[in-house]
């Protein structure tokens, strides 16, 4: 058998074993000769523009695929890029592998080009950090990486490989390629848990199902299709849950938005809380009503009692769980109880019910949303990124599609600027789909110059800039601290950004006005091209999610 050179290795386990078809990243020295492996390998590399991108995309493909994610980055600047992805991947329980280059081993300590301790800064943000130093182990030390991404609650992982180790040629029989692990490991609960578990279910006068992440990570539809249509229970799914079923079930309870819920949760007397973390968004579970029983379902142990105690918990994949508590519970309807729930969150948005129907001038953020849903419609996927733009689009937004509204800026890291690359990543993920971004013009300046990405790889997203000309969530919470004269930092002024992208190879759009929003759109949409639609709405509108973000942050 011939020789080959180390770094193709890397291509061969991703192709071979992995069946990886497309990578994210930004080239370098320090890894050559993994790039040249992708191109012998027939892998494809989506080159972007700033490497947080390309740990986002590989996020965000994540989760459009159900497949584990994989970016490239090279050594120094081109990793510490990429942690903020990271970070956020991992406080979002992403699968993803990290692909990293390093200083040679030859110049350790000798002040070597970008030399720095990559592995210590990483490790608090990875499941798994580690460095190969054997060019023969890298196919063993690749299926350690994706073992370690996607085993029990997923995040990502980080492998590091030095151009000394990666640049040599060794026989290719030295280096055999491990097979892919075909056997699942699945916790189950007990059977007294699940039976304790079922007859809260069945005594429930007022019960609720909020299903986070975890629905999505294990694709529990059909399993919590059955489980909630067999017991009349309704449901709110959030994070990438969302789309497990669609926002239009006559259980769900997006009519209300996420607010509303929070609003009206209190007369629930049994919370189902399944694979979501109780965190600031849910007051750290400070919304469950304290009569109100709680059944937890998650695959990680040490969620089930976090900041509140649950009466029942069970552990284990969702979808597995909900498998074996179905059978328990009785048929049942809710109907009269789902009708209460929901009257009493739409009485709480009536205003910004309204808002939806009526034109404005200046244009209202949800009545933005309202027409691009009305343009584009529920069989698309719906990215929004921003303060405010995140409630506004999240309560606005209704699709049939997995992970078909995401609230990128809305995870633990509260990370903006993700919206383009995850844009990007389900446009790839689902070519034949029509994706929009509504991004806040504060998080569109992150990561705009992906736009250039978006021309030079055929990309075509339609991005709508919701233009309050300011940072709205700060701008406000600033308004109720310290008063609208002392506003610091968080205005922005009226910026031309649709010019930028046109000026990249772009379509650009600019709306003043609510009749110009719909034409504008579909001549986006029409172009063909990668798009930004500029839409100046109201800077006086803020949205029922900044009196939350602002508590949490206020001093006592």
């Given amino acids: 058998m011939a020789d080959i050179k180390a770094g193709h290795l890397v291509a061969k386990y991703l192709k071979e074993v992995e069946g990886v078809e497309i990578v994210f990243g930004i080239s370098g020295g320090h890894i050559e000769s993994i790039l040249d492996g992708f191109t012998e390998y027939g892998i494809r590399t989506i080159d972007v523009r700033h490497e947080q991108a390309a740990a986002m995309m590989a996020h965000a493909w994540s989760v459009y695929t159900g497949k584990t994610g994989v970016c490239f980055l090279t050594a120094g600047p081109g990793f510490t890029n990429g942690i903020t992805g990271i970070a956020n991947a991992y406080l979002d329980n992403a699968p993803l592998v990290v692909i990293c280059g390093k200083h040679p081993l030859r110049d350790d300590l000798k002040g070597a080009l970008q030399e720095m301790n990559q592995i210590d800064v990483v490790k608090p943000i990875t499941k798994w950090a580690a460095t190969c130093y054997d060019a023969k182990r890298i196919p063993e030390y690749m299926a350690l990486a994706f073992r370690q991404a996607t085993a029990g609650r997923p995040g990502p992982v980080f492998l590091e490989l030095p151009p000394d180790i990666l640049n040599i040629m060794i026989p290719e029989e030295s280096a055999p390629m491990p097979s892919r692990p075909s056997r699942r490991y699945t916790i189950h609960p007990d059977d007294a848990d699940l039976e304790q578990a079922a007859a809260l279910i ?95 379902i998650d695959i990680d142990p040490q969620e089930v009692d976090r900041n509140r105690q649950a009466d029942v918990g069970l552990v284990g994949d969702i979808a597995s769980v909900l498998a074996q508590l179905t059978p328990l519970v009785e048929k049942r309807s809710h109907s009269e109880w789902i009708s209460t729930f929901k009257a009493a969150g739409k009485a709480f948005i009536d205003s910004e019910l309204k808002a939806r129907e009526n034109p404005s001038d200046p244009i209202h953020p949800i009545r933005l949303v309202a027409k691009i849903q009305e343009t584009v419609g529920e069989d698309a996927v719906y990215v929004v990124d921003g303060g405010d733009t995140s409630y506004f689009g999240q309560v606005g937004f209704v699709t049939r599609q997995k992970a078909g509204v995401i609230g990128t800026s809305s995870g633990l890291l509260g990370c903006l600027g993700t919206g383009i690359p995850f844009g990007m990543a389900a446009k790839l993920a689902r070519p034949d789909k029509t994706v929009v971004v509504l991004n806040g013009d504060g998080s569109f300046g992150f990561n705009s110059m992906e736009f250039d990405t978006m021309v030079r790889h055929n990309i075509p997203v339609v991005v709508v800039v919701n233009n309050d000309c300011a940072w709205g969530m700060i701008k406000h919470s600033q308004e109720m601290s310290i008063g609208g004269d002392r506003l610091s930092c968080s205005e922005l002024g009226t910026r031309r950004y649709e010019k930028m992208v046109e000026g990249l190879g772009g379509h650009g759009e600019f709306v003043t006005k609510d009749e110009e929003i719909v034409p504008a759109l579909k001549r986006a949409l029409a172009s063909g091209k990668p798009a930004c639609v500029n839409v100046m709405t109201d800077p006086t509108v803020t949205s029922p999610a900044t009196p939350l973000f602002y508590q949490s942050l206020k001093m006592q």
Avoid: C
Wanted: charged residues 15%.
């Fill in 202 to 296: 069945n005594a429930a006068k007022k019960p609720l199902f909020l299903g986070g992440s975890g629905v999505g990570l294990s694709a529990s539809g059909d399993r919590l299709r059955e489980f909630v249509e067999k017991s009349g229970v309704p449901f709110m799914l959030l994070n990438y849950g969302r789309g497990e079923l669609p926002d239009s079930h006559p259980q769900s309870m997006w009519d209300i938005g996420n607010v509303g819920l929070l609003v009206t949760l209190g007369q629930a007397d049994l919370v189902i809380a399944a694979g979501i973390r109780f965190n600031w968004l849910l007051m750290s579970g400070g919304v469950i009503p304290p009569a109100a029983k709680l059944l937890r």
